[in-house]
Nanobody, 118 residues
């Protein structure tokens, strides 16, 4: 079973930035659809962003204009740049392989914790 590994989370002040990375243990993610999701304490997991196999990009309304998804082809990863972070962005962030539909995800990785606090 393919496993993705998320990294790059941390503790930042409101307005700060982080860059999250999604990598596979065995192959580059260059031609795969990759989704980013997050789950805040006490809330359901929600979709954040998606990059399709043809590099079409979408964002949820809550992060549009602040987050940027992009492929790092040199590293074979997909990154999510988080700018102008807000306390409500605090969550565990997960990436998924091959789908951006939460109902189609059958397993989740460990995720990476993002905490936005003053």
């Amino acid at each position: 079973q393919v496993q993705l590994v998320e990294s790059g989370g941390g503790l930042v002040h409101p307005g700060g930035s982080l860059r999250l990375s999604c990598a596979s243990s065995g192959f580059p993610l260059r031609y795969y659809q990759i989704g980013w999701f997050r789950q805040s304490p006490g809330k359901e997991r929600e979709w954040v962003s998606c990059i399709s196999a043809s590099d079409s990009i979408r964002y949820s309304d809550s992060v549009q204009g602040r987050f940027t998804i992009a492929r790092n082809n040199e590293k074979g990863t997909v990154e999510l740049q988080l700018n102008n972070l807000k306390p409500e962005d605090t969550a565990v962030y997960y990436c998924t392989l091959g789908t951006c539909n939460i109902e189609m995800v059958d397993s989740w990785g460990q995720g990476t914790q993002v905490t936005v606090s003053s």
